[in-house]
């Protein structure tokens, strides 16, 4: 599997937790301990601040993923940087500009840093 296919597993098992209303689990075992969101809004969210707010967030109906880049930023670290569009129903679409980093650990990889700007 190459990396690109690698993360992109990673990053779709993200946004269906968040369709599913489950993201705070998913992103509380998917984060590293030290991991932070830099939001659209311009928050900035560590790992248990990303685990509250999704505990009541409504869920996203679907999303896509457009034009996915990994780039390697050595042995055990990579980001995939993204166009992503969420959906929710009754509301228009949130599009931004995405970048997820990866870290290695324990064999699998774990998202150490989540960035989005908002796309005009």
Do not use: K, N
Request: glycine share 10%.
């Amino acid at each position: 599997m190459s990396l690109l296919d690698e993360l992109l597993a990673l990053e779709h098992e993200g946004w269906q937790s968040l369709c599913d209303a489950t993201g705070g689990e998913h992103y509380g075992r998917a984060m590293t301990d030290d991991a932070v969101m830099v939001l659209a809004d311009g928050s900035v969210l560590d790992r248990e601040g990303v685990i509250a707010s999704l505990a009541g967030a409504p869920p996203w109906a679907s999303f896509e993923i457009l034009e996915p880049r990994a780039i390697p930023l050595g042995a055990d670290a990579a980001a995939l940087v993204y166009t992503g569009v969420g959906r929710r129903a009754g509301a228009a679409d949130f599009v931004a500009r995405m970048a997820s980093t990866y870290v290695r650990a324990g064999g699998q990889w774990r998202l150490a840093l989540y960035q989005q700007t908002p796309r005009p």
